[in-house]
């Protein structure tokens, strides 16, 4: 899979572009009219042009205007810079890493189970990254029969160490001037709060990318009865609060998944059979992981909960 996105547009998108928003440009050029900043008066154009035009098909466009897609990338575009890295991370709990101590094998077999072109590689903790792997320097191996070296972490490469409150723009940028793609978002405390790729960066503005190795999306949600719940700990917390219980999603602590609410009430990643109880008086039992993240939560409705469901 192509590690960078194709340029952004040709010519033709591009005098479309600028004759969907020529009005625009031209109160910009205004001589005084200075008291709206650009990004507002481009927003507003499309506001405009989408009050205008209500019943226009969602995919195209067939007077050479911009389709509502393409709008709403450009929508994307003009917050993006709004975005800072801890927005845009893949979060801690959902982070595919390796350990510098397994061997060849193992190592090729993640590659094999995960189908991710590059991972981080921690010794003994995940807030201890020490590096990369990328496929790249494994396959050759692969594919010639080649021995492979004792120490396969001299094949690691460098990541880019960005804090949680660096702007999405400036990740890109520090990207793309170091040709790394492979970000890791560290916290306060210079642990690891998660990791930021190209594809998540671009997805920013262009919405979800799929490919040929996605597979269809799963119920990360699921009642089992008696007041329980099995659940992904990449479920969000706004889906829990909306089909569990609203109070789940009420942490003060800024985390968006399940998991990682698991990880905040545990004060560390809670290994598998662990119980941990949250302020509502849900309890959340770990029933799936490893040392370095929960994949699998199973919740436990409180009294109350419980009560109120059989009647």
């Known amino acids: 899979m192509p590690d960078t996105p194709s340029s952004a547009g040709d010519a033709d998108s591009s005098s479309g572009l600028l004759s969907n928003i020529g009005p625009a440009l031209r109160k910009i050029l205004r001589v005084g009219d200075g008291e709206r900043s650009l990004r507002a008066q481009l927003e507003e154009a499309i506001d405009e042009h989408e009050d205008e035009n209500p019943e226009e098909e969602l995919e195209t466009s067939g007077n050479g205007d911009l389709s509502p897609v393409e709008r709403q990338m450009l929508r994307n575009l003009l917050h993006f810079s709004e975005h800072d890295a801890d927005d845009v991370a ?33 010794r003994g903790t995940l807030d201890d990254v020490i590096g990369m792997i990328h496929i790249k320097d494994v396959f050759p191996f692969l594919a010639t029969g080649k021995e492979p070296p004792r120490d396969w972490t001299t094949l690691m490469r460098q990541p880019l160490f960005v804090p949680q409150v660096r702007g999405a723009l400036d990740v890109l940028a520090d990207m793309r001037a170091r040709r790394v793609h492979l970000a890791v978002v560290l916290d306060e405390f210079s642990g690891t709060d998660g990791i930021i790729t190209i594809e ?11 490919d040929e190795h996605d597979e269809t999306p799963e119920q990360l949600i699921v009642p089992i009865g008696e007041g329980m719940w099995d659940c992904d700990a990449r479920a969000e917390l706004d889906d829990v609060a909306e089909q569990v219980d609203p109070r789940l999603a009420e942490v003060e602590e800024s985390v968006d998944t399940l998991g990682g609410l698991a990880f905040v009430l545990a004060e560390q990643v809670p290994p598998v059979g662990t119980i941990v109880a949250h302020p509502s008086g849900w309890r959340i039992e770990v029933i799936a992981g490893d040392d370095t993240h929960v994949t699998r939560l199973r919740l436990h409705a409180p009294e109350d909960v419980a009560l109120a469901n059989e009647a």
């Open 200 to 210: 998540d960066l671009v997805e920013e503005i262009v919405g979800e990318i799929e």
């Open 90 to 122: 893949v979060p801690r709990g959902e982070i595919i890493a390796v350990d510098a101590s397994i061997s060849w094998e193992e190592l090729v077999e993640s590659f094999s189970e995960n189908g991710h072109s590059r991972m981080p590689v921690y």
